[in-house]
């Protein structure tokens, strides 16, 4: 389980996110390096995480043209990235456009359909009608008609979005803590159990393992408690 583990590294600094991802290394799968760290690590930083032995979720979540789209999603499959997101609020012919520059590369496109930190009435201010949770499977069917392989969903949106894009697509799901863990600034979390035994296939967690005493222990419990609900999910419990 534990390479279905992908670390977030919310930092700005690449000399530490290089320290958590040499601690880690080998206790995970994955280390996410998003907006506020890439500009600064940028592509090397992402060599240095191969190289120590981690795959990269590039976590830009593109949106723009398709053929910039399509652009960037090639360069990111170029540095070997296991993970890239787009939103798919970006519309069909840029998700037709992403899920191509992939296509036969190692990289894996992710959707993202609508985040977390928007509900419906944020919604009906942007001009949609839709409830957010129509709208998540609404863009989800429109990303997996279009090629996109997979989706970053919340943890509650799993069993919905699994429901919708069967079993071969990737579910990446963050919110999720141990029983105990600190919820921070999180509003709606899930434990590692449930969200596996939901269907997930990969979980983003950040501070629960960067800043607990032991990393490598906080992985190993956040890796058993998955072991667990993987199981208690093919079951059916
Ligand atoms: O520290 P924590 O486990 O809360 O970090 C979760 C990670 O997942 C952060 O990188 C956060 O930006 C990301 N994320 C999230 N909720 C979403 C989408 C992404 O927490 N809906």
């Given at each position: 389980?534990?390479?279905?583990?992908?670390?977030?590294?919310?930092?700005?600094?690449?000399?530490?996110?290089?320290?958590?991802?040499?601690?880690?290394?080998?206790?995970?799968?994955m280390f996410k390096v998003g907006m506020e760290l890439f500009p600064r690590g940028g592509p090397d930083l992402v060599r240095k995480i191969r190289a120590a032995g981690g795959d990269v979720f590039l976590d830009l979540k593109f949106h723009d043209i398709p053929n910039t789209v399509g652009g960037a999603v090639r360069t990111a499959a170029a540095l070997g990235v296991r993970f890239a997101t787009v939103h798919a609020s970006g519309g069909k012919e840029m998700l037709a456009r992403a899920a191509e520059a992939a296509r036969g590369t190692g990289t894996t496109v992710l959707a993202v359909t609508v985040l977390t930190s928007l509900d419906d009435s944020d919604l009906s201010e942007i001009g949609f009608s839709s409830s957010a949770a129509d709208m998540v499977l609404r863009l989800a069917r429109m990303a997996m008609e279009e090629g996109i392989g997979g989706f970053v969903c919340s943890a509650r949106e799993v069993p919905a979005v699994r429901k919708l894009v069967g079993k071969q697509a990737v579910l990446v799901?963050?919110?999720?803590?141990?029983?105990?863990?600190?919820?921070?600034?999180?509003?709606?979390v899930v434990t590692p159990f449930e969200a596996m035994r939901n269907g997930?296939?990969?979980?983003?967690?950040?501070?629960?393992i960067t800043k607990a005493a032991d990393p490598a222990a906080a992985a190993r419990r956040f890796a058993d408690d998955m072991r667990s609900g993987r199981e208690a999910g093919s079951r059916g419990a």
């Open positions: 389980m534990k390479e279905r583990i992908i670390v977030a590294l919310d930092t700005d600094s690449p000399d530490s996110a290089l320290t958590v991802v040499q601690t880690l290394a080998g206790e995970v799968g799901t963050p919110g999720v803590r141990l029983p105990g863990d600190a919820v921070l600034d999180q509003k709606r997930a296939d990969y979980l983003v967690v950040g501070r629960p």
